[in-house]
């Protein structure tokens, strides 16, 4: 694996969790770390938009992020101001041009992401019409030295649990590795980096701990990243339109093994399975049990 994070999980950040007591099975006293979450409520120059809970850290990606997301912030919107409260639990991104999202707002739709993720009615506006980068290429080599840095990763999901977790990467470098209560959020935060620091998206790959529901499929393909890899399984939906996007889907990715299930022809296959350790029962996660 060559090179670093340029942004990982902070783990001893004591913000994002907390020490509680209690008692275990045996009835005996224990300490226990969890992840905190509050409420961040996001403004779109003078209007509300959305609260959202998030243990909070990175508001400003996450705002940006979740606005480019939900096809509120346009590829010319130029962004002149990003403002936090943290004593308020406000971020207010600011913009050139006027927006009013009045109608939009009305139309939403609860997804099956984790703590209530919400998008609105016409979030797959243009869905149809992207075009994911056909030469973009995942050799297997790359994906099992993902699979086995982001793992051993230090993390907020190691320490306390509860959480979900997303990641950029390119060719075999893990860029940037983003932790929340939902995995929509990691996803937004992400997003919102690339938004800020103008990164192209038709050479990365994406990796998240969750499913592969279709609200992960349609943020992947808006954000033009060809190749979408998960931990976990499938949902019918999520197949059926990475297929239609012709996005590289690939699931239960764990150790030596995974399945792509769509956009086959990215995989080059340098590095066979038998060359791979499969990795330890200590090193599992949520999410990592093979299905039935």
Known sequence: MSGSYVLQPDPEDSRL??????????????????????????????????????????????????????????EDDVITGIDHDD?????????????????????????????????????????????LAEDARLNTSW??????????????YLEAGAIHGCVLCQHDRALVYMEDVGRHNAVDKIAGWMVLNDIPAHDKIFYTTGRLTSEMV???????????????????????????????????????????????DRIVFDMSASDVEDEPDTARRKGSVPAE
């Open 143 to 156: 994906l099992y030295a993902l699979t086995k840095t982001i793992n051993t990763t230090p993390s907020l």
């Open 17 to 74: 969790s907390t020490s509680v007591t209690g008692i275990d099975q045996d009835g005996q006293p224990v300490e226990t770390r969890v992840v905190t979450e509050k409420p961040l409520t996001l403004y779109l120059n003078s209007q509300e938009v959305v609260t959202m809970m998030t243990i909070g850290d990175h508001p400003d990606l996450l705002a940006v992020g979740y606005l480019k997301n939900q096809n509120m912030l346009a």
């Open 87 to 131: 004593d308020l639990d406000v971020v207010v991104v600011r913009t050139e041009r006027e927006t009013n999202f009045e109608e939009k707002l009305k139309k939403k739709v609860r997804t099956s992401g984790c703590a209530q993720g919400t998008v609105f009615g016409d979030v797959m506006d243009g869905f149809d019409t992207v075009q």
């Open 218 to 264: 349609i943020k992947t393909v808006m954000m033009g990243i060809p190749i979408l890899v998960s931990r976990s399984g499938f949902t019918a939906w999520g197949v059926e339109l990475a297929r239609k996007a012709g996005l590289t889907l690939i699931g239960r990715a764990r150790g030596k093994r995974f399945v792509a299930l769509s956009g086959h």
